[in-house]
């Protein structure tokens, strides 16, 4: 049995049903701060869980036999930015009290990391597994913490952490809400909706970026990896493209031959960004458990502008 947290974010929303969809609707219980009327939630058990409340979290997870937790409750980097001390209290509270349950209980657990845990003075091209992390967001703080706190629970408990770095995540289920790469999800949208774009970061803003069905079977295939086989227990870098708003654009175009971008720069998120890798080299992922991505920014583009006229007529 699986529990998801944050099962109503951009990735809850879309791991929870391919989770049904691999494991069974009966054997992953969808859970978030709030109940929304969604898909998630009427298409198996959904329990309202704030995993600020450690003993309610081993409570589910004994009731319902539980035995993999999937952590997604979180406040991203530009909300985090906004409100450092709510997100330390929320990213590392939460995270200590699934890695204190996953003690308890002898659960596996899977944890985010995020192109965020690296800061200025990572190496920004084909950033490596191991490399230097001093991160300058309470996000990323966040990020290095838990991935250390994983590493920790591994090594010292012998509890069953696994987790990726992901890049920033495009999606047409579920808006990210407050990440700096938000910009790569609403281009999409707003070129379906306006056939143009005020895009607040630059335009040569190079990022990784991945498509959200490549990140769900990460998750998937991770977690069924022979343990055996992974050499990092905090997180794994994992990517799919780099690219920059100019290049989505030029991809956008190619479909939309109309669509306008213009820039209007939001000075927090541009910083957050500046900070970040441009590509990340994921080859301890793919050497390790298998990882390979399939979208690149053409089959991204073509996709998601599909999906989001679909969702909109
Ligand atoms: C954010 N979407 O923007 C998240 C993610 C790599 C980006 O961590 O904060």
């Known amino acids: 049995k699986i529990l998801v947290t944050g099962s109503l974010g951009q990735i809850g929303s879309e791991l929870a049903m391919k989770l049904r969809q691999e494991y069974g609707s009966m054997n992953v219980i969808a859970s978030d701060i709030r109940r929304l009327d969604n898909e998630t939630v009427e298409s198996g058990p959904f329990i309202e869980l704030d995993v600020m409340d450690g003993s309610k979290l081993v409570e589910v ?38 890695l204190e349950a996953a003690r308890e209980l002898r659960l596996k657990v899977f944890v985010p990391s995020s192109i965020g845990a690296f800061g200025s003075d990572t190496p920004k091209q084909q950033t490596p597994q191991v490399t230097i992390q001093r991160p300058s967001t309470m996000y990323g703080i966040n990020k290095v913490a838990g991935e250390l706190l994983c590493d920790y629970y591994f090594h010292k408990y012998g509890v069953d952490t696994r987790g990726v ?27 379906t909706r306006k056939k143009r774009y005020t895009c ?42 780099s690219a920059t708003p100019e290049d989505i654009a030029n991809e956008i175009k190619k479909h939309i031959p109309s669509f306008e971008i213009d820039y209007k720069i939001d000075p927090v998120r541009q910083a957050i960004a500046d900070s970040w890798p441009d590509s990340l080299d994921d080859s301890a992922a793919r050497k390790d458990w298998g990882f390979k991505a399939e979208f690149g920014l053409e089959e991204m583009t073509e996709d998601m502008l599909e999906k989001v006229k679909k969702k909109r007529s």
């Open 165 to 191: 770095r992901f890049p920033g995540l495009v999606s047409y289920v579920a808006p990210p809400g407050g990440g700096t790469t938000d910009y790569a999800v609403e281009i999409y949208f707003e070129a």
């Open 61 to 98: 997870a004994k009731k319902y036999g539980v035995d993999t937790i999937i952590h997604l409750a979180a406040l991203l980097s530009a909300s985090a930015e906004t409100k450092p001390l709510q997100a330390w209290n929320l990213n590392m509270g939460s995270l200590i009290n699934v």
């Open 200 to 241: 607040f970061v630059s335009e040569n803003t190079c990022l990784d970026l991945m498509y959200m069905p490549d990140a769900l079977k990460a998750v998937v295939q991770l977690m069924e990896a022979d343990p055996g086989k992974l050499r990092f227990r905090n997180s794994y870098n994992i990517t799919a493209m």
